[in-house]
């Protein structure tokens, strides 16, 4: 049945109506209950990156259930480590953060006893919790790979809400502080640092100029020196700097209503977290919300491909990447409200394929960030809710790697469905979707009225204005 352009449009005012509703931009095992973020839009002055978005040669309006995917009958080739780490470890907080140095040590970043919910920050992202002072505790423990005992903690009294953790090729800390609204670079632990060497933002300011963040949440650091900030809860950017911490570019928009099919590229609905993938020198970012991974030359800024899957679902949390085997990414999905019968787990996916090939995990809960050893044996997983951090070690050798995709007995590929694009999954939710919608119609628009009529009053913008704010977002040019 071909649906009317009426029923389309109230569709999709449905979706922007749930999307506007889910104001407490949230980050843990509260997203439950505040499972949407509420984007807040860059500025509509010409601030997007110069990169060329249209030389890729990938079909912008391509929708993404025209490829097949792997079902869930996929082998666990990683298994949970108990007894790691070890008992006698500190009491830990929400666990944002891991990430592995040069000598195979695991180090987490987590937020002791502050907490991210609901009640952290105002509508335009302001910290309201500054009279607790900063984390009283170190908030990065260092552990040993193998026995989990603890080799060092230090963090104590700078950081507010700890959000990303990564080292470059000389162990030199990469931080990101979602309160303060700053990225930080420190020497290597071992050295003790007392200060940092960089810090880029202003303390708890946000804004989306060259020297401004808002929520960042990952840095990755390229073997020139120049890195990449993924910004984040609220601009919907990743930038790039040089060494020594001055803007070389940025790229990347928010993800305004796009019904069932996939967002345009360098469309960011919270872009999550940062991976390399050095060997074909390039930038890649967990678009969280968005349920995918997308990839860039590092050096152009080009889109390269992307990755997703019913079987992952809707929520991409962390992503990393190792060469091991002819390459591999390791991703994190979340809890969801938009697909059902996707499980929380971590997936390994095959370089070549881009599709699912192992899976680890299916006990988590609130996983958040996960690292992989450089010869890709053991898996590191950040919960924050538990709060927690958990080892996978592989099981079989990497004889059977992916680097094909696995024929697993009975597995099946779900075709995309001839009906409007949708794959057979939720092809099969469609009557459903169209029951309620039409039940819906009628009260739903009036209310949708009501509401983006009172909020906008509160907000002190009309209607008119906020529809121009929007049509200029979407008219805004790229530049350096």
């Not at 000598?103 to 987590?110: A, E, N, R, T, Y």
């Not at 059902?340 to 881009?354: E, H, K, L, Y």
Request: charged share 20%.
């Amino acid at each position: 049945m071909l649906l009317s352009s009426s029923f389309v449009t109230l569709l999709s005012a449905l979706v922007l109506f749930i999307n506007v509703q889910a104001t407490a931009n949230v980050d843990g095992p509260y997203d439950k209950h505040n499972h949407l973020v509420k984007r807040e839009p860059l500025s509509t002055r010409k601030n997007f990156v110069n990169f060329n978005q249209e030389s890729s040669g990938y079909e912008r309006n391509k929708n993404v259930f025209n490829n097949p995917i792997i079902s869930t009958q996929l082998p666990e080739e990683w298994l949970k480590v108990s007894n790691w780490p070890a008992k006698e470890t500190p009491k830990l907080g929400q666990v944002s953060g891991v990430t592995i140095n040069s000598k195979g040590q695991v180090l987490i970043f987590h937020r002791g006893d502050h907490i991210w919910n609901g009640e952290t920050f105002d509508i335009n992202h302001n910290y309201l919790l500054r009279d607790l002072g900063p984390i009283s505790k170190p908030t990065i423990i260092v552990y040993d790979p193998v026995l989990g005992t603890v080799l060092q903690e230090w963090g104590e009294k700078i950081f507010f809400i700890p959000h990303g953790i990564s080292v470059d090729h000389e162990d030199n800390l990469w931080l990101t502080d979602v309160a303060l609204h700053q990225i930080f670079k420190f020497s290597p632990l071992s050295t003790n640092p007392k200060s940092a060497l960089l810090q880029i933002g202003t303390p708890f300011k946000p804004g989306n100029s060259a020297e401004q963040f808002c929520k960042p949440t990952s840095v990755a650091v390229i073997p020139s020196g120049d890195f990449f900030v993924a910004d984040g809860y609220c601009n919907s950017r990743i930038v790039k700097f040089n060494s020594a911490g001055v803007k070389i570019s940025q790229f990347g928009r928010p993800t305004l209503p796009h019904g069932l099919s996939m967002p345009p590229i360098y469309n960011f609905n919270v872009p999550h977290a940062l991976t390399l993938v050095e060997d074909k020198e390039l930038v890649c970012v967990a678009d969280r919300e968005n349920g995918r991974v997308q990839c860039f030359d590092w050096k152009t800024g080009n889109f390269s491909y992307q990755i997703y899957s019913n079987v992952i679902g809707s929520e991409v949390y962390s992503v990393t990447y190792s060469p091991v085997a002819g390459g591999m990414f390791i991703i994190v999905n979340g809890k969801e409200m938009r697909q059902f019968g996707v499980v929380v787990r971590g997936f390994v996916v095959n370089a070549d394929t881009r599709q699912p090939a192992s899976i680890f995990g299916p006990i988590l809960e609130s996983p958040h960030d996960v690292a992989i050893s450089a010869d890709g044996k053991d898996i590191y997983v950040a919960e924050i809710g538990p709060f927690k951090i958990i080892k996978y070690s592989r099981n079989v050798s990497f004889n059977s790697v992916p680097s094909k995709s696995h024929s697993v007995s009975k597995a099946t590929f779900l075709q995309a469905a001839q009906t409007n694009g949708l794959n057979t999954e939720r092809g099969s939710m469609l009557p459903a979707v169209l029951v309620i919608a039409a039940a819906l119609m009628f009260a739903g628009a009036i209310l949708i009225g009501v509401i983006v009529y009172s909020r906008t009053k509160r907000r002190g913008m009309s209607l008119a204005e906020q529809s121009l704010r929007i049509e200029t977002m979407r008219l805004v040019e790229d530049e350096y």
